[in-house]
């Protein structure tokens, strides 16, 4: 099955050796999103909701870039550094998601980065391109 690098303008080179969104068959996944700058530096240090914006943000680019919207994803895969920042990541997420939600999950764990309080990666149903 042929896939398409889905790579929105402004990307920054990624820290290992993936694309932001691969789009196959209608179906896009986007790759395990971090807070990162263009130069795969952590911003907003300290403050998950930023962080929560930010990923969330990025990973909107990735869906638009290959067509689709955030009405479009069916699944997010959440991994967040301390429980302590759920209540938070959950109230940014919800402004994403403000009608149906996505099946998700949520664990917590270590993340490439130390300063990175979040990652989600997603997946997306949204039709093949034009």
């Known amino acids: 099955m042929p896939k398409l690098a889905i790579i929105p303008p402004g990307t920054g080179v990624p820290i290992a050796p993936f694309v932001p969104g691969a789009l196959a068959d209608g179906v896009l996944y986007v790759s395990g999103t971090l807070p990162f700058d263009t130069n795969n530096n952590v911003v907003h240090v300290g403050d998950a909701a930023a962080q929560a914006r930010l990923v969330l943000t990025t990973i909107q680019g990735v869906i638009e870039a290959a067509g689709g919207t955030m009405d479009d994803v ?35 764990c270590g993340l490439v980065k130390p300063e990175a309080l979040v990652e989600i990666a997603s997946i997306a149903h949204i039709g093949n391109p034009a």
């Open 74 to 108: 069916t699944f997010n895969m959440i991994m967040i550094k301390d429980w302590a920042d759920y209540a938070k990541i959950n109230a940014v997420y919800a402004e994403f998601f403000p009608g149906t939600k996505p099946a998700r999950y949520c664990i917590q």
